[in-house]
């Protein structure tokens, strides 16, 4: 070996193990960890889960260096933050100092005068540990290796839904998961959207500002959410987990999932047969409050159930929000037709599950009162629609007229090219002979 060569080899290994050092250093050196070795950080100290993925610290939002935050981002970037402790209590400066109390909880205190500015409340004595954990999940547990957390960071997400995170509700405690946007970008403290998971109903996820839900993602049919068919598409990307148990009501990302809240459906807008737009302006926007206006009232409440009144099948829409529908699992498709025609309030129904394919899927939505917002989509769901008889009937005289006017227009139209085609020829026929006649005129001159 040359020494030219020998040389080059030495920098190799040099630069390979540079490179494995660099690697190495967050998982070799990194403090995750909040036990009797150390038992606080201070501003300017840093907690580094031992892949390094999130770091745990001390930060300003952009433009506001004296406002102080404690929260997790993802290493990449300080600004990539996906949890803040004190959201609506910045500290003035940078004495904060975040402590593994001996009672067994987190505490952030302002250095400053001891105030606690937040707290996680938990109990576990002095033998209990404070951990962030790869997944950006910060756990307090009573050992290292327990897998029983006194807290955990999970239930309590800021603006960020990270796989293993889940919005819904806890039905034993009545405690609700749900992410809520930031005020302004340098604000962390709590703005007006709030993304959660409807339970009333089947459960869909949602979209709140303020108490007006603005967005749904209709109801979970077995493989997807109604409104969403393109979860299926990503299929192989995400996995959802939707848990409806005794215990919880809850919607949540598996792994690699990163919910994005502009999941929206790019679908085409237009009121069902039957209805009219009550704002075509609103309705243009996905302003949902108005949505379509029944054309026609329904024939109920004479006696007994007497009614004229029948369905439209409305193929593939985005089922209405499951909030005041009631479901019921054993009953098929028709019996859940005659049960809705059955009772005046019921407006609408639908299968709940359509696993199996085929047959229409199983089960029994029904929707009573009124109903907002159908959409038309691509991979959407069949809903039997209550109509008056007037409209039901109203449909075939329309699409009669519709074929003899398309018949007349087609009519007029051929008529006005034959006679432009006729107009030309004739028009063609004369210049040429005119010109001819010009032409023989000049040479006889
Ligand atoms: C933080 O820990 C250091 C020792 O690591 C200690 O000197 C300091 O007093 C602690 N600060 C608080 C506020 O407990
Ligand atoms: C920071 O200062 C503001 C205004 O002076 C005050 O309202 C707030 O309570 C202070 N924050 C803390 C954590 O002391
Ligand atoms: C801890 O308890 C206080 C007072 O009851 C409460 O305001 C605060 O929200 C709790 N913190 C957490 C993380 O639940
Ligand atoms: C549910 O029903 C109640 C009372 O009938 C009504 O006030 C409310 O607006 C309904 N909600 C939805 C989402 O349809
Ligand atoms: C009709 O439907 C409404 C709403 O779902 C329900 O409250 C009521 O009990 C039903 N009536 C009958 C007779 O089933």
Known sequence: MSSIERQARDLLLLLFSLSLFHLGTPAANAVDMLDDGRRNITDGETLFSAGGSFTLGFFSPPGVATRRYLGIWFSVSEDAVCWVANRDRPLNGTSGVLLLGNAGSLLLLDGSDGEVVWSSNSTGGKSAVAQLLE???????????????????????????????????????????DITSWRSASDPSPGPYRRGTETKGLPENALWQGDTKRYWTGPWNGLWFNGVPEMASYADMFTYQVTVSPGEITY???????????????????????????????WYMRETSGGCRRNAPLDCGGDAGATTDGFVVVRSVKLPDT??????????????GERCLANCSCVAYAAADIRGGGGGGHGCIMWSDY??????????????????????DESSTRKIT???????????????????????????????HGQFKTMMKLTLK
């Open 135 to 177: 997944s950006g999940n910060l756990v307090v547990r009573q050992r290292p290796d327990s897998s029983a957390y006194l807290w955990q960071l999970f239930d309590h997400p800021s603006n960020t839904l990270l796989p293993g995170m889940k919005t819904g509700k806890n039905l034993w405690t009545g405690a609700e998961w």
């Open 252 to 282: 949540g990302c598996g792994a690699f999932g990163l919910c994005n809240v502009n999941a929206a459906s790019t679908s085409f807008c237009s009121c069902a047969r039957g209805f009219s737009p009550a704002s075509p302006s609103a």
């Open 323 to 336: 909030h005041n529908a009631s479901v019921e699992a054993g009953v098929s498709l028709k019996e859940c």
């Open 371 to 392: 109903i907002v917002d159908l959409r038309y989509m691509d991979k959407g769901q069949d809903l039997y629609l209550r109509l008056a008889k007037s409209e039901l």
């Open 402 to 432: 519709a074929a003899v006017i398309a018949a007349i227009c087609v009519a007029c139209a051929a008529a006005t090219i034959l006679l432009l085609l006729g107009y030309m020829i004739w028009r063609n026929f004369v210049m040429h």
